[in-house]
């Protein structure tokens, strides 16, 4: 069996689950985002913020955060969630793990429905954008490469925390201790470069700092995109392939 064979075998039972709860998914993956949008965009009125030497209204500082915030939320909590129910309390995780399929198959393959969950929740936000701020938000290639790879980084850390974790309260410690910090803390509804250095110094080892700044740089299309940043994205992602890795060959899960 092909490699792509195994890919699709191994999130076939995913896919269907999202296809049977499609109406579920698009109201889960807009109220989010439209609460931060009204709360930070509107209700903070924060007036105009300065990126890289150019002064932009808040809301247009902020809607490209949002969509970084929506590939963390869409595809970390489809992964993790989905995998550690299946792992824990179904234990179907452990009858494809008897199944003659390559452990690279299974990431990529449970790392789908993340995927496809984050671009579904990053394009309606960036459409909602566009349509409050057409001059402002724009669709470019960096966008597409950016939107890829962060969904698939946060995919793949739904993994490794879904692997790890071995029961379901330390699924719930671990978002209160390293997701709801980063979405609040990340760039994503201020410029952290107002911060102090050492606290810059923190944020910027957390992916999703990194995947704001590429967003924001992507959308707004007035300076020029960090490719030092995106490739630090890249190495997250390549980290936690091979945690995921090492852990279904060591069967540590």
Same mark, same amino acid.
């Given at each position: 069996m092909s490699f792509f064979r195994?890919?699709?075998?191994v999130a076939w039972?995913?896919?269907?689950?999202?296809?049977?709860? !499609?109406?579920?998914?698009?109201i889960s993956s807009l109220m989010a985002p439209i609460l931060y949008l009204l709360a930070f965009g509107y209700g903070?009125?924060?007036?105009?913020?300065?990126i890289e030497g150019h002064m932009v209204p808040y809301l247009d500082f $902020?809607?490209?955060g949002i969509i970084a915030l #929506? %590939?963390?939320?869409?595809?970390?909590? %489809?992964? !993790?969630?989905?995998?550690? $129910?299946?792992?824990?309390?179904?234990?179907?995780?452990?009858?494809? +793990? +008897?199944?003659?399929? #390559?452990n690279s198959a299974i990431i990529i393959g449970k790392a789908t429905l993340g995927i496809?969950?984050?671009?579904? #929740?990053?394009?309606?936000?960036?459409?909602?954008?566009?349509?409050?701020e057409p001059d402002f938000m724009n669709f470019t290639p960096w966008f597409v490469v950016t939107l890829v790879t962060c969904t698939f980084t946060f995919s793949l850390l739904g993994?490794?925390?879904?692997?790890?974790v071995s029961s379901h309260q330390g699924m719930a410690t671990f978002g209160s201790l390293v997701i709801t910090p980063m979405t609040f803390l990340c760039g994503t509804f201020f410029n952290v470069a107002n911060l102090p250095e050492w606290a810059q110094a923190v944020l910027y080892a957390l992916p999703l700092t990194e995947a704001s700044s590429c967003f924001r740089a992507a959308t707004l299309d007035i300076y020029a995109f960090p490719i030092l940043q995106y490739l630090v994205i890249v190495a997250f992602g390549v980290a936690f392939f091979l945690i995921d890795l090492y852990l279904l060959k060591n069967k540590k899960v």
């Open positions: 195994e890919t699709y075998c039972a995913d896919l269907r689950f999202m296809k049977h709860n !499609a109406m579920n998914i698009v903070l009125n924060a007036g105009d913020v300065e $902020v809607i490209p #929506s %590939s963390l939320n869409g595809s970390y909590g %489809s992964t !993790a969630t989905r995998m550690n $129910v299946q792992r824990l309390y179904y234990r179907s995780f452990d009858e494809m +793990m +008897m199944c003659p399929l #390559s496809l969950r984050g671009m579904f #929740s990053c394009m309606l936000m960036f459409i909602i954008g566009f349509a409050l993994e490794t925390c879904a692997l790890m």
